[in-house]
């Protein structure tokens, strides 16, 4: 069996799967980033649940790769999506707004390669709603976060993470708004740092112990940037 290519050189792109469930803002960042040239990753393919995900859509017109593997009555989901993301031959696989969860089998074959991008200040608000559970709970800082995925949900390393005020008035959707532009900042931030790098996760170690330490908020240029708290010299 295929397993994922080890990274072995420091200047070439990353390559990186996006399995996605729906709208696929986080995607597109990504893409973004990438096409302009502040990330150093290809995104080799994009993987849905979801046959009619604008996710889906976005990736084809921007000449990316696509497969589906439907998760309904299927009772090799698990095994299907594991063969999926090995034809992409990637070095990390994100999850962007995936819906289903991946199984023990999948977190063991792509271990320390697969993170996820959550819309709460982890390890507050797992799982689902995470920005009404927010509301809920009356915080007044809320976020989101990058996280190594482990076999139990929003539990994993955290990578990264940004904060936005939660506001008076605010609703579920307005919260999600401001974190969703937060999300679009750090993924793709995360993305590159593990390029470089600068976050190491298993078998992607790939650079010398100055760079290494390097401060990850120098990764990336733009003062978009200062809101994002980076976990130190995150590595395996
Ligand atoms: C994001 O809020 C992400 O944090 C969560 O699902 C949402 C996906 O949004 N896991 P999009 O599909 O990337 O627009």
Redesign the pocket.
């Known amino acids: 069996m295929k397993t994922l290519s080890s990274r072995n050189d420091s200047q070439s792109p990353l390559q990186v799967v996006v399995l996605?469930?729906?709208?696929?803002?986080?995607?597109?960042?990504l893409v973004r980033s990438i096409n302009s040239g502040v990330v150093n990753a290809v995104i080799t393919g994009v993987i849905s649940n979801n046959a009619s995900?604008?996710?889906l859509k976005f990736a084809k017109s921007a000449g990316i790769p696509t497969t589906v593997v439907e998760r309904r009555k299927n009772p090799n989901f698990e095994q299907q999506l594991i063969d999926a993301v090995l034809t992409f031959n990637a070095e990390l696989v994100v999850?962007?707004?995936?819906?289903a969860i991946v199984g023990a089998n999948f977190i063991r074959t792509f271990e320390n390669r697969v993170i996820?991008?959550?819309?709460s200040l982890l390890p507050s608000f797992r799982g689902l709603d995470?920005?009404e559970q927010a509301l809920e709970a009356g915080v007044k800082i809320a976020g989101?976060t990058v996280h190594v995925v482990v076999d139990e949900v929003d539990a994993g390393q955290i990578l990264a993470q940004a904060a936005v005020p939660v506001l008076e008035d605010d609703t579920a959707e307005t919260l999600?708004e401001r974190?969703?532009a937060e999300?679009h900042k750090l993924l793709p931030a995360v993305v590159h740092a593990i390029s470089v790098g600068s976050i190491q996760l298993g078998k992607l170690q790939r650079e010398s112990g100055a760079k290494k330490s390097q401060n990850l908020k120098h990764a990336l240029t733009g003062e978009s940037l200062q809101s994002i708290a980076f976990s130190n010299d995150v590595k395996k």
């Open positions: 996605v469930s729906g709208r696929g803002s986080n995607l597109q960042a995900a604008p996710a999850l962007a707004g995936f819906m996820n991008i959550h819309p995470a920005q989101c999600a974190i969703l999300e």
